[in-house]
């Protein structure tokens, strides 16, 4: 059973930055991609970004390329997004995602792992 733990949300005005990181506790095969998700109130969950292990091969959802940046540590087994530009509208619960899929996907339901989550804020 893997585990994700996820640290780094928190507040921030709108134009900053903030840094999520996502811990695995295992990663036993070559077709496995992480990513993010993120929720805010009353909505759906929604992709944000996502990354293939193996080669490091990276989908970003439309409203945040350019502006996030996903990328991996394989001794760490760890992911980190990188967000810039923050806008009120990220504001959301940020969920790390894995599974054992060959190429990363915007559908939550191919990803086995979940995280607990992280809230970022953004105030205008």
């Known amino acids: 059973q893997v585990q994700l733990v996820e640290s780094g949300g928190g507040l921030v005005q709108a134009g900053g930055s903030l840094r999520l990181s996502c811990a695995a506790s295992?990663?036993?095969?070559?077709?496995?991609?992480m990513g993010w998700f993120r929720q805010a109130p009353g909505k759906e969950r929604d992709f944000v970004a996502a990354?293939?292990?193996?080669?490091?091969?990276?989908l970003y959802a439309d409203s945040v390329k350019g502006r996030f940046t996903l990328s991996r540590d394989n001794a760490k087994n760890t992911v980190y997004l990188q967000m810039n530009s923050l806008k009120p509208e990220d504001t959301a619960v940020y969920y790390c995602?894995?599974?054992?899929?060959?190429?990363?996907?915007?559908?939550?339901?191919?990803?086995?792992?979940w995280g607990q989550g992280t809230q970022v804020t953004v105030s205008s």
């Open positions: 995602a894995a599974g054992y899929i060959d190429i990363p996907t915007v559908n939550p339901s191919a990803y086995q792992y």
């Open positions: 295992e990663r036993t095969f070559s077709s496995y991609a």
């Open positions: 990354i293939r292990w193996s080669d490091g091969n990276t």
